[in-house]
């Protein structure tokens, strides 16, 4: 669909040109960041287990690289359109800029089913884009990492690939490898933690003290499971959570008004995130509908599934006690519920300001691998935390004193930070 809601690229141009005018962003300036600088679309001939050669379309995008070398995933999927991924690779743009890394936005993508191919068969598949666009990518250059479908199994496949073909060690080239080889300690936990460091922070500036606080999470999975933990040990409670079951093929949301046990939950949660409700209720949850999570009377909301879940049918289920929002998914909200939202007045972090913390982590991945030497997992979270604690006050520094709403501070800041970088460059 091309009405703006349902093609992710419409929407990112929409909301570039809207802070692009808020801004007075010169011409020139617009028509080189509202698109991608590079793109390239390629095939990948695979031979399959059976003899035969499947030819698959794989993507790289490159939004924007005048701060740094390209960063950003690679997703494979039946469904994935060219796009999808400018627009992740345009989010990527801004989320570098917000948390002020010195890395661009990429994005790339491969349509096919990994569920439907063997360990092999996606091996050769990996390796078949890398050889295809081994010249356009590099430590200095473009450094992929994984996303939807794709894990550190699949980036060491890469790693492996390109340096065969360049004949040499470049960790660097990929991040989202496994500890131990190049991988950074702090990575699975980076995304959760970097929410719930923006939500301490929000909290902290509003006098609420984060023990006095309940949250609502959509998600079990990487990231709402690290944010729930995080925000326990910070003191407040959470009181649901929402995720899928595999066995009734549906969510479900799982609560305990006292609070939730982080650890006990992940007892029976499976490695995709999922719960089954008997289980849940074996543990004393109340099972609830899968949208339940939203309707709850607590302080925090923290989306942590997927995109496009608070929308204008259902926004004004929103408790009137609810008083910050944190998307730790990216695109939970809806243009039209976000108008809601911010015309209620609920403090919002938005998405690539709150779950900036998984590519902060890879960066300082891709830091230790150029160096070959590894930190603690101490001194990354630690890092982790300035990074996204000054990030956080920046935007919300700038809401307050331009009496801006924080997902547009955050625009303003982001796409002021890449046009500065483009000028000084002398591209425009
Ligand atoms: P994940 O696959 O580990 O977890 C997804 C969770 O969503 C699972 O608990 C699953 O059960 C649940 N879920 C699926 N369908 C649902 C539904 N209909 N209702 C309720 N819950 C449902 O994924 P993740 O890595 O935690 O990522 C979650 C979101 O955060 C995505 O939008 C992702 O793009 C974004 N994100 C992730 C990272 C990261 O580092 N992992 C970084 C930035 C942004």
Known sequence: MSNGVYNPFVNAQAQFDRVAEIIGLDQATRDLLRQPLREYHFLIPVKMDDGTTKVFRGFRVQHNDARGPAKGGIRFHPEETADTVRALAMWMTWKCAVVDIPLGGGKGGIICDPRNLSEKEQERLCRGWVRQIVRNLGPYLDVPAPDVMTSSKHMLWMLDEFETITGGHYPGFITGKPVGMGGSLGRTEATGYGVI??????????????????????????????????????????????????????????????????????????????????????????????????????????????????????????????????????????????EAIKHRRIFMIPDFLANAGGVTCSYFEQVQSNANYYWEKEEVLSKLDTKMTAAFHAVNDLAKRSSLYMRDAAYVIAINRVAQAVKMRGWV
């Open 197 to 338: 460091y923006t939500v301490r922070e929000a909290l902290k500036d509003r006098g609420i003290n984060i023990k006095d606080t309940t949250a609502s999470i959509q998600g079990f999975g990487n990231v709402a499971q690290h944010a729930a933990k995080l925000f326990s040990q910070l003191g407040g409670t959470v009181i649901a959570v929402s995720c899928w079951d595999n066995v009734d093929k549906r969510a479900y949301t799982f609560r305990k008004k006292d609070g939730v046990d982080v650890d006990e939950l992940r007892s029976i949660t499976d490695v995709y995130g999922g719960i089954t409700k008997d289980k849940a209720r074996d543990l004393g949850y109340e099972v609830l509908d899968a949208m339940a999570w939203l309707e709850q009377d607590v302080d925090i909301l923290i989306p942590a599934a997927l995109e496009n879940q608070i929308t204008a049918e259902n926004v004004n289920k929103i408790s009137s006690q609810v008083k910050l929002i944190a998307e730790g998914a990216n695109g939970p909200t809806t243009p039209d519920a976000d």
